[in-house]
């Protein structure tokens, strides 16, 4: 079982534990120097077990002086965390900082924040970066998959500890510590002190939940019954004045959610059904993409930490290259700003953009025609894009379109479409070429100027909120060029590779970009374009 099967409850889980840490550190803002600067206790040498060697190391380098700079910073991110994913880089700072904060004394230092240390280690290795390289992609999947199984056990493991540590002691057994904590004035609740025999139950259905909650779990149907018995306890525990640690509990339980379960509570990610469907789409729970796991970098690849066009001849042809770094970067700057939810990527092909939007969107449909030349595994409905389209209305978010327009007979009907299946205060997404040859033949029907975009956006309902030209004159000379000579007999895909180097490296001095921005509103290579349904 691969990780991309759990893409919603990662993205709650990851969610939650960084909701905690912002909890916790407002929670005890009043206390921030008593915790860390001047701390009532001794100093933390970290968890037990072994994880406390790896939290010692990373723990003890924070100087007293800088542990509320520090808190405010993690409060940051962990802000930030609560509704973006973060960069490896950021989540292991995240980690690294909590640990630090914890080791300042065992005050903020309980079962619940040694849990919390153990997940925050191994969320950072669920962060998604896919590279381009296959074999480094395949690495890193392990990795992920790993971390996923991990922080599951993780869970488990800590209850199981816990009931192993209280069957060891005398109160426990005995039906004494419920009624021991209700008795201190620090936690209480009071009235459970004059009641033994309520506290003696209590102790022992707790006893009870923690032994068999790691047996439960793993069967479905048990694991809701004990999860619910388990949110109950938490909850209840915070009556005794440690909402921290029973909320840190909580906070790890959606990494064993069912997919099934969230698209049932949280119904905005839209599901599918398979690519031969004939009628409207339906759920489908589990990957965030179909066939996610089997999706690899195609006409656009990662390259230190920007999109471009691959290099690779077989996945994006050599004069095309230019034309692929314009149009990955248009969508690397808008998709953070305006993909979100459900998202539609319509004549999807290979799904080339997956990769810039797979952090950003809870679900992905994939649409394109039966007999396209861009065969894919991910399709969920095959289907001429010059149709009525088979979604319900206002079924997505987010409309990808990209390169598609031109190869419609009546483009306007296709935009009345989207207008019709998106959700109100969605985006359209889309770019088309305007100087490009002939391709696809026969179904390469239409230019359009700007005029002609804005014209047909407006008539089908939408509101542009951006048009830009992709590339000026430098760049429409040198994909003419390039694909002039690609097709001589001796040396063409040389030269034409060189031309793209050429034309690529110009557009990258200043004079090259001042003539690439003065010439595109005359001579744009192409279009880039966002639309929103007011």
């Not at 206790?41 to 077990?49: E, I, R, T, V, W």
């Not at 920007?306 to 077989?314: A, F, H, K, N, V």
Request: one cysteine or more; a positive charge; hydrophobic letters at 45%.
């Amino acid at each position: 079982m691969t990780r991309e099967t759990h893409a919603l409850s990662i993205r709650w889980f990851l969610r939650s534990i960084h909701a905690w840490l912002v909890f916790y550190l407002v929670s005890a803002l009043p206390v921030w120097r008593e915790l860390w600067v001047d701390p009532l206790s001794p100093f933390l040498s970290g968890p037990p077990g072994p994880f406390m060697y790896i939290t010692h190391a990373f723990g003890t380098w924070l100087p007293s002086d800088l542990a509320v700079p520090v808190a405010a910073l993690l409060l940051v991110l962990a802000l930030y965390g609560c509704f973006r994913p973060l960069k490896w880089w950021a989540a292991t700072l995240v980690w690294s900082l909590y640990v630090s904060l914890m080791n300042q004394a065992w005050l903020s230092a309980s079962g619940g924040h040694q849990l919390m240390a153990n997940v925050l280690f191994w969320a950072i290795f669920l962060v998604r970066t896919l590279p381009s390289d296959a074999v480094r992609q395949e690495r890193k999947s392990i990795l992920r998959t790993t971390a996923f199984w991990i922080i599951r056990l993780q869970l488990i493991l800590a209850y199981g500890v816990t009931a192993i540590h209280k069957l060891s002691g005398y109160q426990w057994t005995h039906g004494f510590s419920v009624g021991i904590v209700a008795t201190d004035p620090d936690y209480g609740p009071a009235f459970l002190a004059g009641c033994p025999v309520v506290t003696a139950i209590l102790t022992y259905a707790i006893l009870v939940f923690q032994i068999t909650f790691p047996i439960a779990v793993w069967f479905a149907p048990t694991r809701r019954i004990w999860m619910w018995l388990g949110v109950a306890f938490h909850l209840a525990t915070i009556s005794f004045g440690i909402p921290d640690m029973a909320l840190a509990f909580l906070v790890v339980y959606p990494i064993r959610f069912e997919e099934r379960w969230l698209h049932r509570w949280f119904p905005l990610a839209s599901g599918t059904q398979p690519s031969n469907a004939t009628g409207p789409v339906e759920y489908r729970y589990f990957a965030l993409m179909r066939n996610a796991d089997q999706w690899k970098p195609t006409k656009f690849v990662r390259t230190k930490g920007r999109l471009r066009g691959s290099r690779d001849p077989q996945a994006l042809g050599i004069a095309s290259r230019v034309t692929a770094d314009l149009t990955a970067s248009f969508y690397e700057a808008v998709l953070g700003k305006y993909a979100r939810g459900r998202l539609v990527d319509l004549g999807c092909g290979h799904v080339p953009l997956f990769e810039a939007y797979k952090d950003l969107v809870t679900r992905v449909t994939c649409l394109d025609w039966a007999h396209t030349a861009h065969q894919s595994p991910h399709l969920d409905v095959e289907q001429d894009l010059g149709t009525p389209l088979q979604l319900e209305d206002a079924s997505c978010d987010t409309i990808i379109l990209s390169d598609v327009l031109e190869h419609l007979r009546f483009p306007e009907r296709l935009m009345q479409e989207m207008h019709r299946i998106l959700a109100s205060s969605g985006h359209v997404i889309l770019n088309v070429p305007f100087h490009k040859g002939l391709h696809e033949e026969p179904f390469d029907f239409h230019r359009f100027t700007r005029h002609a975009l804005d014209a047909m956006a407006k008539e089908a309902g939408f509101t542009v909120v951006e048009l830009r030209e992709l590339g000026g004159a430098p760049e429409v000379l040198g994909d003419v060029l390039s694909r002039t000579v690609r097709d001589l007999p001796h040396g063409g895909k040389d030269l034409a590779k060189m031309v793209q180097g050429l034309t690529g490296w110009f557009v990258g001095t200043r004079s090259g970009r001042r003539l690439s921005e003065r010439t595109a509103k005359e001579h744009p290579l192409g279009y880039g374009m966002v639309l929103c349904k007011p």
